[in-house]
């Protein structure tokens, strides 16, 4: 029974293109977040909502643009790709609050921009 | 300008014996301290974690010890067993569940 689930887990597109990757949790937090992975394999947080509202927005280039439809669900949709867009991406949720909580992860997605 | 950095890529240790990762940051606003442990094609999995008010935390195997003097961190693993071969991600909490990750050190266990 996947906690948190991203699709696809393989994306390999050209320069220029539009995607979207997937995500979904079934553990019923309300925050969820993207965070990707570089070549250095620093992982770092892109954005988090909490319930629908954007909450961090980390210095990211505005083709990446976040959507939450329900708090179950934040897709990450990236305009005009580049080549320094191919990375690791995952998908992470943890209920909300100021105490500390635990971040669950998604299995990434490999974005491969030829 | 990274905040957390983990200085040992790799290390290697036999089965049976101590591993102890190292973790250094910068930032001392971070509240929370977290190690996470990766396998290849899996996303990290939460391990330990420990409050900036306390100087360990013990979870069975796995101890973190915290010294805000010098901004250091480190997790031992004792015994290390096989299916401690992963990668260990050093994370700090920057308010608002905001984590900040080192670059990770994978560990890798001998028999």
């Known amino acids: 029974d996947t906690a948190v689930s991203q699709t696809p887990k393989y994306l390999v597109t050209q320069m220029g293109n539009d995607k979207s990757i997937k995500c979904e949790q079934n553990?019923?937090?309300?925050?969820m977040y993207w965070y990707k992975q570089d070549s250095k394999k620093f992982l770092k947080i892109m954005f988090s909502?909490?319930?629908?509202?954007?909450?961090i927005n980390e210095t990211v280039p505005n083709r990446f643009s976040p959507k939450s439809p329900d708090k179950a669900h934040l897709n990450l949709h990236i305009n005009s790709l580049e080549l320094g867009d191919s990375a690791v991406y995952f998908c992470?949720?943890?209920?909300?609050?100021?105490?500390?909580?635990?971040?669950?992860f998604g299995p990434g997605t490999r974005l491969t921009v030829t | 300008d990274q905040q957390v950095k983990q200085n040992s890529p790799s290390l290697s240790v036999q089965e049976g014996r101590i591993s102890i990762l190292n973790c250094d940051y910068t930032?001392?606003?971070?509240?929370?301290f977290l190690w996470y442990k990766k396998y290849p094609a899996e996303g990290p999995t939460f391990l330990i974690s420990?409050?900036?008010?306390?100087d360990k935390n013990e979870d069975g195997r796995f101890t973190v010890f915290l010294n805000k003097s010098a901004k250091h961190l480190s997790l031992h693993i004792v015994p290390s067993q096989p299916g401690d071969s992963a990668v260990y991600f050093c994370?700090?909490?920057?308010?608002?569940?905001?984590?900040?990750f080192g670059q990770g050190t994978r560990l890798t266990i001998n028999p």
């Open positions: 994370a700090a909490r920057e308010g608002a569940q905001k984590l900040v």
């Open positions: 930032n001392s606003m971070f509240d929370y």
């Open positions: 992470a949720s943890s209920e909300a609050g100021d105490l500390f909580y635990e971040q669950y």
């Open positions: 420990i409050s900036s008010i306390k």
């Open positions: 553990l019923g937090h309300d925050t």
């Open positions: 909502y909490n319930n629908k509202e954007l909450i």
